[in-house]
């Protein structure tokens, strides 16, 4: 059999340029991302596959797979808002990603006061939705009260806190210049800005990209993916095309 090589280099360039495409859309427009963990309960569950826009903060190494040290600091850059919910790198690595709510802006002042938050000396209102919900911690369920808060800009979202052995108090968190304070919306599930020698402030330089909606969802404990026999009970049809808030 006689191979065509001008066929073969066609269908490598071919290759080439969709991987080349691949990339630029990866790194410049959006990337998905998935939850592994219940820190963001219970917006966002593990399981939950999501669209993040890398350009809506403009631009780092960090926008880029392997983080390249192409350039210093950010281009094109757009400052994030109080509520987004923000894919970033955690600073302890500088590899792994989180993603969290974010609640502190440069300058800000964050500490907790018998189990409230408060922003700048004042307190984030809330208001109760419902009482002893289960969520999940880890693979374990733990009780919370469910609230809606209000940030300062307007922005509304649910968080939920332990019904016991809640996170009460904290010293004042004074977030520096050019760096971010970030939370779990699941409050005592969650590794967050509050643990310094882990997560800490963040440089806007960590910042990856706004979270903006769920495209696809499963629920693990039921089945896996390539389980297409458990599809029917393990898929959260109800969450695809859900917008984050």
Known sequence: MKINKDYIIDNLKTLFYALVIALLIRSL???PFYIPSSSMEPNLLVG???FVTKYSYGYSKHSFPFSPPLFKGRILTYKPERGDVVVFKTPSDNRTDYIKRLIGLPGDSIQFIDGDVYLNDNQILKSIISKNDQ???GDKKITVNT???KLPNKKKYVASYRTSFSFKNSDKFIVPSNHYFFL???RDCSKDSRFLSSVGYVHENNLVGKAQFI???SNYKIGRVFEFWKWHKSFRFKRIFKKIL
Do not use: T, V
Request: proline share 0%; aromatic share 22%; net charge negative.
């Open 29 to 31: 427009l959006i990337q």
């Open 48 to 50: 939950d596959r999501l």
């Open 147 to 149: 609230f809606e808060e």
């Open 184 to 186: 779990g919306d699941n």
């Open 215 to 217: 495209f696809f969802s």
């Open 135 to 137: 969520i999940y911690c």
